[in-house]
């Protein structure tokens, strides 16, 4: 089955979504970082975590959700059946994240909560255990996401690529990780 067909039958999502439009950042990230642990702040209907494993066969990918759509666990299992040990799901509050333990991953994908608070934990979560960290909803329609970018201090990260599908994303490298070994 082909990602496409696969995808369709996710749940639909009341919420916005990555669509198939958005394959080409998974497709630089994989060519430039080779991502081999991931996080993904925000499941939703699972399209976007089905472009990461379908695209990147080397990854793992640990998904959060707060899960407050009731189809939230029924993705999860989807996700599980179809990509065995690959795929791990949190349903939690992202703020909780911080109160856990975690290893450093390649790439933390946020595209979760998108009022200030949650952003900012997030972003700040992502800083202390992510290499790369790929940013969603960047292209000014989410005044969460805008403000932390603005209000956040970005000194240790370096912008690697913008893009102005869908709703923008950008994708930083992280200078204050040094550790090249997964933890």
Same mark, same amino acid.
């Given at each position: 089955?082909?990602?496409?067909?696969?995808?369709?039958?996710?749940?639909? $999502?009341?919420?916005?979504?990555? !669509?198939?439009?958005?394959?080409?950042?998974?497709?630089?990230?994989?060519?430039?970082?080779?991502?081999? +642990?991931?996080?993904?702040?925000?499941?939703?209907? !699972?399209?976007?975590?089905?472009?990461? &494993?379908?695209?990147?066969?080397?990854? +793992?990918?640990?998904?959060?959700?707060?899960?407050?759509?009731?189809?939230?666990?029924?993705?999860?299992?989807?996700?599980?059946?179809?990509?065995?040990?690959?795929?791990?799901?949190?349903?939690?509050?992202?703020?909780?994240?911080?109160?856990?333990?975690?290893?450093?991953?390649?790439?933390?994908?946020?595209?979760?909560?998108?009022?200030?608070?949650?952003?900012?934990?997030?972003?700040?979560?992502?800083?202390?255990?992510?290499?790369?960290? &790929?940013?969603?909803?960047?292209?000014?329609?989410?005044?969460?996401?805008?403000?932390?970018?603005?209000?956040?201090?970005?000194?240790?990260?370096?912008?690697?690529?913008?893009?102005?599908? !869908?709703?923008?994303?950008?994708?930083?490298?992280?200078? !204050?990780? +040094?550790? +090249?070994?997964? $933890?």
């Amino acid at each position: 089955m082909d990602i496409v067909e696969w995808i369709r039958k996710l749940p639909h $999502s009341p919420e916005g979504h990555w !669509g198939m439009g958005h394959l080409p950042i998974v497709h630089f990230i994989q060519e430039e970082i080779k991502p081999q +642990t991931m996080m993904e702040i925000g499941l939703n209907n !699972g399209t976007s975590a089905a472009m990461w &494993l379908f695209s990147c066969p080397q990854v +793992t990918l640990m998904s959060v959700d707060i899960g407050i759509h009731k189809f939230i666990g029924e993705v999860a299992d989807i996700m599980r059946e179809q990509f065995d040990d690959r795929f791990f799901f949190l349903e939690t509050d992202s703020m909780e994240l911080p109160n856990m333990k975690f290893p450093i991953y390649d790439l933390i994908f946020i595209d979760g909560g998108h009022k200030f608070e949650v952003c900012k934990s997030d972003l700040k979560f992502s800083m202390e255990h992510a290499r790369y960290i &790929l940013i969603d909803d960047t292209a000014g329609n989410s005044p969460g996401v805008n403000k932390v970018l603005k209000e956040v201090s970005l000194e240790s990260l370096q912008l690697v690529k913008r893009w102005n599908i !869908g709703a923008g994303c950008i994708l930083y490298k992280n200078l !204050g990780i +040094t550790d +090249t070994s997964s $933890s």
